[in-house]
């Protein structure tokens, strides 16, 4: 829903909010949700990737089933360094998953283990660091 995804974004809910880090000079917008519409996770991205302008935007999401979401997006200007389907598999592994897929700049992916989803993003955060 809208309310959900202005949540996400502008921090509030029991998300806690969006949290902006510095990976070797990269804006990582990471998100962590709970319970949030699969359907909502690509809006979100792309009104992360519009916030920080330059970098690259992850939201995790543990569903009702206890099943994790993942979707990474990467702006324009990062895509010669950073491949969000990469990404976005190296997220889907610690959540217990294979494969996920989609393009260069937006990629999603899925596990059996959304209790690991805070940990999806650490490993994302690990592999733009190299």
Same mark, same amino acid.
């Given at each position: ?30 998100? !962590? ?22 970098? @690259? ?14 979707? @990474?997006?990467?702006?324009?200007? !990062? ?7 990469? !990404? ?32 999806? !993003? ?9």
């Amino acid at each position: 829903s809208e309310t959900r995804r202005k949540l996400a974004m502008g921090g509030g809910g029991e998300e806690g909010g969006p949290a902006i880090t510095e990976v070797n000079g990269t804006r990582y917008l990471r998100i !962590l949700m709970t319970g949030a519409d699969p359907k909502d996770l690509k809006a979100i991205v792309d009104q992360g990737k519009t916030k920080i302008g330059s970098g @690259v935007v992850a939201v995790a999401n543990m569903a009702a089933d206890g099943k994790g979401a993942l979707v @990474v997006g990467v702006t324009a200007d !990062l895509a010669d360094r950073f491949d969000a389907q990469k !990404l976005v598999r190296t997220g889907v592994e610690t959540l217990g998953g294979k494969g996920g897929g989609g393009r260069s700049d937006m990629a999603q992916g899925g596990g059996p283990d959304g209790a690991k989803a805070e940990a999806a !993003l650490d490993a994302i955060q690990a592999a733009m660091a190299g």
